[in-house]
């Protein structure tokens, strides 16, 4: 959102006034939270599309920044940090939140204001976090957020009073439908110079223990810490461990002053919660009051069916399958359009260029390679809508709920569901969630197992040998029945696999769960459009670059070198190539399992990335078939024989590719990202060669089972 802004000559509309902003430095604005508060789609209605994504210099947590401007025109870069609860700090991000905002990292500047997002449902828990920001003296501003569900539920906020009380400008802000947003970029310009907030008192001895720590930290730091009251409150309060590691020349005073607060009886982490608390507590009882006595919120009686032992499964299936029968009906159309445009584009090639292998390489290799797999970004879509559908109504956390009392018998931790529902979308994001979980055991079990649930790379592996499998006969109601059977054998697989590493890699205690429920909110429909365009964008980048280099590598080693004989046919042709000669190597391991050597072909490029498979089968078909009009890749499949004159691409050997797809390790990038998170190539390996292992076994039971059942 751009404001108008008054200029030399008149006002301006947004376009003219941003070309007059201030051209002076941009000051820095960290973002802080608790996690689910609703920080990310604070940061992504003022950035809007100019944000960056990275990884903070030494570290795996991601790196989030973007741009917006204030009131006057003021640049400001918003940093978001890591969801954390506490500056007494508990995981990778949490600690890299808190050294951001102390001032302690070098590669990020220290910030000008603080904006702490604050969910009003919850209101006690996030004013904590405010309590201990405030001790760092920076102005401050607090967004309140989802005051409207608050409301909903009967409770008052007087936010004026509230403002008041904690010494800081508080704007109530619904990011999703853009209110507030405008008084939120006025406060934080206002609050540049303003005064630091309130912050709570803590039990004198602390009070008096604080002082010389923090005079000792100001003579001895090689680097003068830039709040060294927050510096000496973290070190006095905090654990023994902490302690511990503080620098040298402070440990003689830290240790006097915590002796000093033990004698005086006080227990230093339970004291300093109880009176940030007892703060707390006090504001809200001046600033909060409720309209309703004890009946049940509309919240909890949708809880009672969305997280019923029996109720709750069924609604998770229903919504399953809907997703699926969507991605098939409603894809439909744009797909028929994407194919439409691919036979337009080979036939405009065919009609001005002469024929020749510079030809064959547009319409065979990078028309029918990249095409072949961009036909299916309308499913990919769908499913990103869904997914952020889901999310944004709070549901998947339900989900979550329910899907723990599984994950529990199979001993993944309770943090574990975050990244087993980032992995629905890709594995690379569900990886990194892994983050927040604690225990280092925990933590790498499910990094080992979260590719093995279906991400989006595999949907247009799924749906082309489901179309292949179930032809137009059969309603899309069967499609995405199969289409959720394939999910949940991944899913179970997922589960399976962790069991055995629980049992007997990684034996220990196993986690609870200490799940939040986020409130029901009406989904932001802006939101989920940009989330949408972020997966579509980098979909068409991957399309650009890593499967239209793979397409032209797979025309190349498919068309070269060519038969001595002239008047060879397209298909001794592609099996005198490289790829031929490739793929006939290759096909006595993969025979077991049902597969030609063209399959094989297939099997062996999509290690780069899944999707690839759809690729390297449209240039391999489009090659095969020579100058003829190449059909549709299904009608190819589908009429594709063996050299007995039985069909190639039986329903058994669509499973059983199918299931080879969902338990496969194919996808380099993911490999890259648990070498980075591991910090050593013995995970990243071992994974890879677990789940090529657990995948042939897989596709080898479904062929050879389904044959001995009498099945084809």
Request: contains cysteine; charged residues 20%.
């Amino acid at each position: 959102m751009t404001n108008s802004l008054e200029i030399p000559g008149g006002v301006a509309d947004g376009q003219k006034a941003s070309a007059s902003r201030v051209e002076s430095k941009a000051r820095t604005v960290a973002l802080a939270g608790n996690p689910n508060s609703g920080k990310s789609t604070l940061f992504n209605a003022l950035t809007g599309l100019r944000q960056k994504v990275g990884n903070y210099p030494g570290v795996t947590v991601e790196r989030k920044i973007g741009r917006f401007y204030g009131a006057h025109g003021q640049a400001f870069d918003l940093l978001d940090l890591p969801g954390m609860y506490s500056l007494q700090t508990r995981s990778p991000d949490e600690a890299v939140a808190r050294d951001v905002l102390l001032g302690r990292r070098d590669d990020t500047p220290a910030p000008d204001v603080i904006l702490c997002v604050v969910d009003a449902t919850n209101l006690e828990r996030n004013l904590y976090l405010v309590a201990q920001l405030a001790e760092l003296g920076l102005p401050l501003v607090v967004a309140l957020v989802m005051i409207d569900l608050a409301e909903r539920d009967g409770w008052v906020i007087n936010v004026p009073e509230l403002s008041r009380r904690l010494g800081c400008p508080v704007v109530p802000t619904v990011a999703a439908q853009g209110k507030g947003l405008v008084e939120l970029r006025q406060a934080i310009t206002r609050q540049l110079n303003g005064p630091a907030p309130h912050r709570a008192t803590l039990p004198p001895a602390i009070e008096q223990g604080v002082r010389p720590v923090k005079d000792v930290l100001v003579c001895v730091s090689d680097k003068q810490p830039r709040f060294p009251q927050a510096e000496a409150i973290l070190l006095v309060t905090g654990t023994k461990e902490q302690a511990v590691a503080a620098p040298a020349g402070v440990q003689p005073a830290l240790t006097q002053a915590r002796q000093a607060i033990a004698a005086a009886g006080v227990d230093t982490i339970s004291a300093t919660v109880h009176a940030r608390y007892a703060w707390v507590e006090t504001i809200i009882e001046h600033t909060v009051r409720t309209r309703r006595g004890a009946e049940a919120t509309l919240s909890e009686r949708l809880d009672g069916i969305f997280t019923h032992k029996v109720w709750g499964w069924l609604v998770f299936l229903g919504v399953m399958a809907a997703v699926f029968f969507t991605i098939f009906r409603v894809a439909e159309v744009p797909m028929d359009w994407i194919e439409a445009g691919q036979d337009a584009l080979n036939g405009w090639i065919e009609r001005v260029m002469p024929a020749g292998d510079f030809r064959d390489l547009l319409t065979q290799g990078i028309v029918a390679g990249v095409g072949g797999v961009v036909i299916f970004l309308p499913q990919i879509l769908i499913l990103f809508f869904f997914i952020g559908l889901l999310e944004d109504t709070g549901y998947l956390a339900r989900a979550a709920f329910i899907m723990d009392r599984v994950m529990s018998r199979v001993g993944l931790h309770g943090k574990s569901f975050v990244p087993m529902l980032s992995s629905f979308a890709c594995a690379i994001p569900g990886i990194m969630g892994a983050r927040t979980i604690d225990n280092p055991k925990d933590r790498l079990v499910t990094i080992l197992v979260a590719p093995l649930v279906s991400c989006s790379a595999r949907l247009p592996v799924y749906s082309l040998m489901i179309a292949v499998m179930l032809p137009g006969a059969y309603s899309a109601w069967h499609k995405a029945g199969l289409m959720l059977a394939l999910y949940a054998l991944g899913l179970t697989a997922a589960f399976g696999m962790a069991w055995l590493f629980r049992k007997t890699l990684f034996k220990g205690e196993r986690s609870l769960l200490l799940l939040e429920m986020p409130p029901y909110r009406r989904p932001a429909l802006r939101v989920t459009l940009v989330r949408m365009w972020e997966r579509a964008s980098i979909f068409l980048r991957q399309a650009g670059t890593v499967i239209l280099a793979i397409s032209v590598i797979i025309w190349a080693l498919s068309t070269y070198p060519k038969p001595a004989d002239p008047q060879a046919t397209p298909a001794q042709a592609l099996a005198h190539s490289v790829a031929g000669r490739l793929g006939h190597v290759l096909e006595p391991v993969i025979a077991p399992l049902g597969y030609d050597w063209k399959i094989g072909i297939g099997i062996v490029s999509s290690f780069a990335a899944r999707e690839v498979f759809v690729g390297t089968m449209s240039v391999i078909y489009s090659i095969e078939n020579g100058e003829e009009d190449t059909p549709a890749l299904r009608d190819a499949l589908l009429g594709e024989k063996r050299a007995d004159g039985s069909g190639t691409y039986t329903p058994l050997v669509c499973l059983s590719l199918m299931v080879f797809y969902v338990l496969a390790m194919q996808c380099l990038s993911t490999v890259a990202v648990v070498r980075r998170e591991t910090n050593s190539w013995k995970w990243p390996l071992f994974q890879l060669g677990y789940m090529t292992l657990l995948a042939w076994l897989g596709a080898f039971l479904v062929f050879q089972g389904g044959r001995l059942l009498g099945f084809t």
